[in-house]
């Protein structure tokens, strides 16, 4: 090894950029946007009410109380009371499991089925990319939310055919993601390398491509959940899906629609408010995801 | 030298604003530019040299700024200059060209009428005028038709020739100072030669002064008059041209020097400490022969190459119905991106596979590694053809542990997540004997040494490490396995020259110690002179010639070895 | 450009004949009575089996599936259960209303967005970039139909600016001769006002509703493909040719930032015919929309399939016109094909 130190002149250890953990990364994504840090409390927020809501709200979501109808908020009714008498902020809590079950459920189902579709189309073309691509294509063919309609008029109205529909709208966007990643990695000069190492295309596909896209996923997940949530809500606005009197905030709105014209505009606006800041949240909760993920974007 | 320059730069500070606080880029500089005089500014990645062109002329993005000093042009001071001042002067007295001229040009508006655009702003023609003046612009600057070429858009035309149409550009309205940013990179050398000669006729013809700015010494060498030396947002050296190299006064233009191969000079050579006062030899008397490393005795063939045949189908040509009812065009003859060629490579030899961008040394390097399937032809590797076993099954046979590659970008060729030692432990996960984490750390250890990596780095990711840190990691995974052939496609190409001298060396020293054969691919003609015992010179997917390095380089027999040969810009040696 | 046009022509063809296998699978595949669903939750046995024997569900699937295609081929769609009418019959009668008020909205998203999102990029990190971003944030987070029952409740009910969220035109006007089927152009054609003002305070409420959706995508890529080539070197080759900065952000970005724009309207055209129906609802706009909710509420199936399928085709066609535009602006697209 004696040789060596002609060869090694310079300390090479310090040209090295320093390195920096996550967590500090993550703090200091949150330092220099707390909007960031807020999407993430308001996040906790909406997964306590989720989890908990139902347990904790001073009234039965579905108790009905006519003699107290239409009552404008006050000490004993938060946000009010509908035309039934319910109580509005408990049946807005309430709302949360089911609204946020729907978002997540969808979401992870497109994730699996359109991640798994675009990685395996990306990577290894020919007539599996054909076929994803199709599929894709067809479904793009369609305006998202009228397509949806479509699968759940088609299918049933229930709560597990909005999923469905929605992970199917959502579909095209993950697949052509997880595609264009997998397919601009797979001829990088580190696929290559392992390819050289003796890595089965298999192999190569998990360890080197499927890792290297997860970041990419995640951000386009925690975009979605927004979307999917909206979708959701817009067919139970229209009375697909969820039925009344179950709370949920689409149908919320849609009941309280009629009372907007005469003055009682509580009816619909805190159900509307509660699914604003869960797709805001959501939202910013991506573009946070983002930052964290790939710390060129900011600079 | 009595006459007041044409620019004057006076302790120019640029600073930027960047998430680590304000960074100075450019710290007190001194620049002057005398008329009709050509100033070139060498200097590495992140030595600020490009951002003094920009500050100059005061396009600076959002987070930067001059902090401090004076930039005085013809009498003019532009850092106090209003911003309708500085846009009258630029294109009309200061004009400046860029790397990467394709993306230099607006893609959707036609080439003449981007000279018209600059024409007309500083009022050098009317709309009526316009056209006829672009055209002049375009021939000037030596475009065949530019009549047609008027209507081209930047898609359509080769990236020498968008480079000519950037040069019509920045000459149109007679600027008196012309500031070229890294004018030819990413050109080949032919090109490059075309376009720098083009330069300096039409600079001189009109007695204009011009910076360059480059990474390339022997570009610097070889076009300018005088020379200044920057590293780390400081100008450590100004002398002229002939001088600098001749008697380079600071350390930092020494080593650089030092590190840019060139005739006559041995491999050690590059390296900064060691034979540091050694006599130059002389540039005409011992060139060619004295510059060849010391050569092993070279054993029997590794590999040999027959006839090596790649071809990819073009797009068929005529519409979906004609192809439907049988009457399209018959198929259009296959592109032959590597056309029969054939080569051997001894044991213990390095090989240079050489020549311009789309000559397809590296489809040939890929089929060599079997990662690509030949067309037709024979790879026979110690006697086997190995060409006839398929690229996707090639990761399962005993061959794959005795081909490796290095390759030409280091940050590219490592996954983002993997640690170093996982890099480096890939390839004996899979093929290896080595069992058990502590075997395995320690082999990962010996390999990090040997290739000069500090062992408490292997622990890192990519991003953690340097751009020879991360070469050092591609290299310890390629001889992981000790194999038998390693093709080097273009290792040190995203390298600095300083790195590149180490990196080189590192290569091969490990050549003569594994006892490896290289087959080095490369565009560098003066590296493939340092390291190659024998050379192919591809053009077109066809070898033009072959032969030892002597003989190629020394005296080419092909005509277009010779033109490859004085395209390179040499400095004085 | 003739030949690009044909080029893509070609390609809606594939994507045609997915929409039609699409909406004929939703119908005839799916779990659930076909002929139930089409005769709707009311009807006797006897009617059940004579949709059956209408429809042709008794025979194979292919048989079906030509029998599908040739009817759409004629335009036959089938009959409404509410309405009594041919769905072909209803879907035109009152396509004209959703167009109209889909293109108002998007023209009044447009005229905010594209300048916003220009301003932005050219004073990056100013007030109005801050503004650009929270309207890109909360934009997309406002569910549409609830931003239209805001709007009523503030402009109408509480200002009493704007009509009563009662369809395209007051009921004391009778509709103007249809010439276009657009209320706010057919009344400048019978040179009428007092209509056209009418039929505008009418379509604001809604249109501004579709406007604010689609403003956050709009805004949002404008800003960002203006900054990506505000940072690219064609334009710092041209500010470093003294090009005045109306040239340079116009001619040279502008039109460069809004290849990646034109693409995105694709995008909004697909949430903008989804938020449409949101939007009838809310404002009881006589359109499409509304028809197929009406449909949904009454579980009458063929006005739904033909509202899926016309609007599939319908952007299957804008799809085509935005390719074409694009195909206008970038010579790369025109002469490669």
């Not at chain 2, 940013?181 to 204009?208: H, N, Y």
């Not at chain 2, 063939?301 to 005529?318: D, F, I, M, S, T």
């Not at chain 3, 509304?290 to 006005?303: F, G, I, K, Q, T």
Request: hydrophobic letters at 50%; aromatic letters at 6%.
């Amino acid at each position: 090894m004696n040789e060596m130190s002609k060869i090694e002149p310079a300390p090479l250890r310090f040209e090295a950029p320093p390195a920096t953990s996550l967590l500090a990364h993550a703090r200091h994504i949150v330092a220099e946007n707390p909007v960031t840090g807020f999407a993430f409390a308001l996040f906790a927020l909406i997964v306590l009410a989720a989890l908990l809501g139902p347990s904790l709200v001073p009234y039965d979501p579905l108790a009905s109380n006519t003699s107290a109808a239409l009552q404008g908020p006050s000490a004993s009714h938060w946000f009010g009371t509908d035309q039934l008498g319910r109580d509005i902020f408990s049946r807005v809590v309430a709302a949360t499991r089911l609204d946020f079950s729907i978002a997540v459920t969808s979401v992870a189902l497109v994730f699996v089925l359109g991640g798994l579709a675009g990685v395996t189309a990306g990577f290894f073309g020919g007539w599996v990319d054909t076929l994803v691509g199709r599929i894709a294509d067809t479904i793009m063919a369609f305006p998202l939310f009228v397509l949806a309609m479509g699968i759940v008029a088609a299918l049933g109205n229930s709560v597990t055919n909005i999923v469905i529909a929605t992970a199917i709208i959502n579909f095209p966007l993950y697949a052509r993601v997880a595609r264009a990643e997998a397919n601009i990695r797979r001829e990088a000069g580190f696929v290559q390398a392992a390819r050289l190492s003796g890595n089965s295309e298999w192999r190569l596909l998990l360890t080197q491509i499927v890792p290297n896209i997860m970041p990419i996923m995640a951000v386009q997940m925690s975009l979605t959940m927004g979307y999917a949530i909206l979708n959701a809500a817009g067919l139970s606005f229209i009375g697909l899906g969820v039925r009344p009197p179950t709370p949920e905030w689409g149908i919320m709105v849609a009941e309280g629609a009629s009372f907007i014209v005469s003055g009682e505009w509580w009816v619909a606006l805190f159900p509307g408010l509660a699914l604003m800041t869960a797709v805001f949240c959501f939202n910013l909760l991506g573009d946070g995801v983002r930052d964290l993920v790939d710390p060129q974007r900011r600079n | 030298m009595s006459a007041p320059p044409l620019l004057d730069v006076r302790k120019l500070t640029v600073e930027f604003a960047t998430r680590r606080g304000t960074v100075q880029a450019v710290k007190a500089i001194d620049l002057s530019v005398g008329k009709g005089e050509t100033v070139a500014v060498v200097g590495e990645s992140g030595s600020g040299k490009s951002v003094t062109s920009y500050a100059m002329v005061r396009i600076l993005d959002r987070a930067g700024r001059i902090a401090d000093g004076s930039i005085s042009f013809s009498g003019v001071d532009l850092v106090a200059a209003s911003e309708a001042q500085m846009r009258d002067l630029r294109g009309r007295e200061i004009s400046m060209i860029f790397q990467n001229p394709r993306a230099a040009l607006n893609p959707i508006r036609k080439v003449g009428r981007q000279i018209e655009d600059v024409l007309v702003q500083h009022v050098q023609a009317t709309r009526a005028t316009a056209r006829e003046k672009a055209i002049e612009a375009l021939e000037k600057v030596r475009i065949a038709r530019p009549e047609e070429r008027y209507d081209a858009y930047p898609f359509e035309l080769s990236g020498g020739m968008c480079q000519r149409v950037v040069i019509a550009l920045a000459l149109a309205c007679q600027p008196q100072l012309l500031i070229a940013d890294e004018p030819t990179t990413g050109l080949d050398v032919t090109t490059q030669k075309a376009v720098m000669d083009l330069i300096v006729e039409l600079t001189r013809e009109r007695g204009m002064s011009t910076i360059l700015i480059t990474h390339d010494l022997g570009l610097a060498a070889a076009y300018s008059d005088r020379v200044v030396v920057m590293e780390k947002g400081r100008v450590v050296e100004t002398a002229g041209a002939l001088d600098i190299f001749r008697d380079p006064q600071h350390p930092y233009t020494r080593k650089l020097m030092k590190a840019t191969p060139r005739l006559g000079m041995s491999l050690q050579d590059l390296l900064p400490d060691g034979r540091e006062v050694r006599e130059r030899p002389s540039p005409e008397g011992e060139a060619g022969a004295a510059g060849s490393p010391a050569r092993s005795p070279l054993g029997p063939p590794l590999l040999v190459v027959e006839n090596l045949v790649k071809e990819y189908p073009r797009p068929p040509k005529g519409s979906l119905l004609a192809r439907l009812t049988g009457k399209a065009e018959p198929e259009a003859q296959p592109f032959r991106a590597v056309d029969g060629i054939g080569f051997e490579v001894r044991r213990g030899e390095t090989l240079g596979l050489v020549g311009e961008s789309g000559c397809g040394k590296s489809t040939t390097s890929m089929m060599l590694n079997r990662l690509l399937d030949p067309t037709a032809g024979r790879i026979l590797f110690d006697g086997q053809d190995i060409g006839a076993i398929p690229a996707k099954g090639f990761a399962a046979s005993p061959f794959r542990q005795r081909i490796q590659m290095v390759f030409q970008d280091p940050t590219d060729s490592l996954n983002p997540r993997f640690t170093a030692e996982r890099a480096i432990a890939d390839p004996i996960l899979r093929m290896g004997k080595i069992r058990g984490r502590a075997a395995l750390r320690a082999r990962c250890e010996e390999l990090a040494r040997s290739v000069g990596l500090p062992t408490e780095l292997i622990d890192r990711f990519p991003h953690q490490l340097s751009g020879g840190q991360k070469a050092r990691v591609g290299i310890a995974r390629a001889i992981a396995l000790d194999p038998d052939l390693v093709i080097l496609d273009e290792p040190t190409a995203a390298l600095d020259v300083s790195v590149q001298a180490v990196v080189l060396n590192l290569l091969d020293e490990l050549k003569q110690r594994l006892g490896m054969s290289y087959i080095f691919v490369s565009h560098d003609l003066n590296v493939v002179r340092l390291l190659c015992d024998r050379v192919v010179v591809m053009r077109s997917g066809r070898i033009v010639e072959q032969g030892t390095a002597e003989e190629v380089l020394g005296d080419p027999k092909a005509a277009y070895t010779r033109e490859l040969l004085s395209a390179i810009p040499h400095p004085p040696a | 450009m003739l030949r690009m046009i044909a080029a893509r022509l070609k390609t809606t063809i594939p994507s045609l004949i997915g929409v039609i296998i699409v909406t004929f699978l939703l119908t005839r595949v799916l779990p659930g009575d076909t002929a139930a669903y089409f005769a709707g939750p009311a009807a006797s046995k006897e009617a059940i089996a004579d949709i059956r024997g209408k429809l042709g569900l008794d025979r194979p699937l292919p048989v079906q599936f030509v029998s599908y295609v040739t009817a759409l081929a004629k335009g036959d769609l089938g009959t409404s259960l509410t309405t009594g009418q041919a769905v072909t019959a209803d879907l035109a009668q009152r396509l004209p209303a959703s167009a109209e008020l889909t293109l108002f909205g998007l023209l009044m998203s447009m005229a905010i967005a594209l300048p916003l999102g220009v301003l932005a990029a050219v004073r990056q990190g100013s007030w109005i970039d801050h503004l650009c971003r929270i309207i890109a944030t909360a934009g997309v987070s406002l569910p549409v139909f609830f931003t239209g029952l805001l709007l009523v409740y503030v402009f109408y009910f509480i200002l009493g600016w704007a009509p009563a969220p009662l369809g395209r035109l007051d009921v004391f006007f009778s509709e103007p001769p249809r010439v276009t089927g657009f209320l706010l152009i057919d009344s400048l054609i019978a040179r009428d006002a007092e209509m056209f003002r009418a039929a505008l305070s009418q379509i604001l409420l809604p249109a501004l509703t579709l406007a604010i959706f689609s403003l956050a995508p709009i805004t949002r890529m404008t800003r960002a493909s203006m900054l990506a080539v505000l940072g690219a070197d064609f334009v710092r080759t041209a500010r470093a040719s003294g090009l005045s900065s109306g040239k340079v952000i116009g001619t040279y970005a502008f039109r460069n930032a809004m290849l990646p724009v034109v693409t995105t309207l694709g995008m909004v055209f697909s949430f903008l015919l989804g938020a449409n129906v949101l939007v009838e609802k809310v404002f009881a706009w006589p359109g499409v929309g509304s028809y197929a909710v009406e449909a949904l509420l009454a579980s009458d199936y063929a006005p739904i399939q033909g509202f899926v399928l016309t609007m599939a085709i319908l952007y299957v066609a804008l799809n085509l016109l935005i390719d074409i535009l694009y195909g206008v602006i970038d010579p790369r697209v025109r002469l490669e094909a």
